[in-house]
């Protein structure tokens, strides 16, 4: 059983940067792989990115590509999200999800565990 609680969410104008950090609970973290999701309003859940169990290997939606960067520290048993160049269509509630599998998959259904969300909002 993994739980996972997001933050670092928040407003930001066009073109600034965010890091989001997700915590996770449970002595396993170090073998699942962990995504991030978004869901703007009125749109489904979306992919952004995925590292695998190691931290070693990670996939980017071709929206992201280039500005979003995903991380992993096990030691500290949180994932990161770094945001920069934000642009108005960013703007969702972010979600940090857990696969047990330990894949960089990048479908919903594939994820075992998820957070409540985190808000972010980009505009002038």
């Known amino acids: 059983q993994v739980q996972l609680v997001e933050s670092g969410g928040g407003s930001v104008q066009p073109g600034g940067s965010l890091t989001l950090s997700c915590a996770a609970s449970?002595?396993?973290?170090?073998?699942?792989?962990m995504g991030w999701f978004r869901q703007p309003p009125g749109k489904e859940r979306e992919f952004v990115a995925a590292?695998?169990?190691?931290?070693?290997?990670?996939v980017y939606a071709d929206s992201v590509k280039g500005r979003f960067t995903i991380s992993r520290d096990n030691a500290k048993n949180t994932g990161y999200l770094q945001m920069n160049s934000l642009k108005p269509e960013d703007t969702a509630v972010y979600y940090c999800?857990?696969?047990?599998?330990?894949?960089?998959?990048?479908?919903?259904?594939?994820?075992?565990?998820w957070g409540q969300g985190t808000q972010v909002t980009v505009s002038s």
């Open positions: 590292v695998n169990w190691s931290g070693g290997r990670t």
């Open positions: 449970g002595r396993r973290f170090n073998s699942y792989a």
């Open positions: 999800a857990a696969d047990n599998f330990g894949v960089e998959v990048t479908t919903v259904s594939e994820y075992d565990y």
